[in-house]
Nanobody
């Protein structure tokens, strides 16, 4: 059993900052990429940022220079530091972990989502 638990969402004014955390626990052999996605009402879920096990990162153009993704491999945790937030960043943010529960079994696991609301 694998658990993916996000925390850190909330309400913030435009220009403010929030830090999201996502902890992965349970029967884990290894974790490959970890990432953050978001979904606003009426929109498809989109990639915000991702980080590989080696530390390579990838960002959506809309958040480059404002958001920073990082991970602590010892804690199986990924973070998303969000600065200079804009109202258009308002969405439910989901954590995704691409991991192996055994050497041969690889799947993607999702958290339950955390709401981020940015007021103008």
């Amino acid at each position: 059993q694998v658990q993916v638990v996000e925390s850190g969402g909330g309400l913030v004014q435009a220009g403010g900052s929030l830090r999201l955390s996502c902890a992965v626990s349970g029967r884990i052999f290894s974790i490959n990429a970890m990432g953050w996605y978001r979904q606003a009402p009426g929109n498809q879920r989109e990639l915000v940022a991702a980080v590989t096990s080696g530390g390579s990162t990838n960002y959506a153009d809309s958040v480059k220079g404002r958001f920073t993704i990082s991970r602590d491999n010892a804690k199986n945790t990924v973070y998303l530091q969000m600065n200079s937030l804009k109202p258009e960043d308002t969405a439910v943010y989901y954590c995704n972990a691409d991991l192996r529960v055994t050497y041969y079994r690889r799947n993607a696991y999702w958290g339950q989502g955390t709401q981020v609301t940015v007021s103008s």
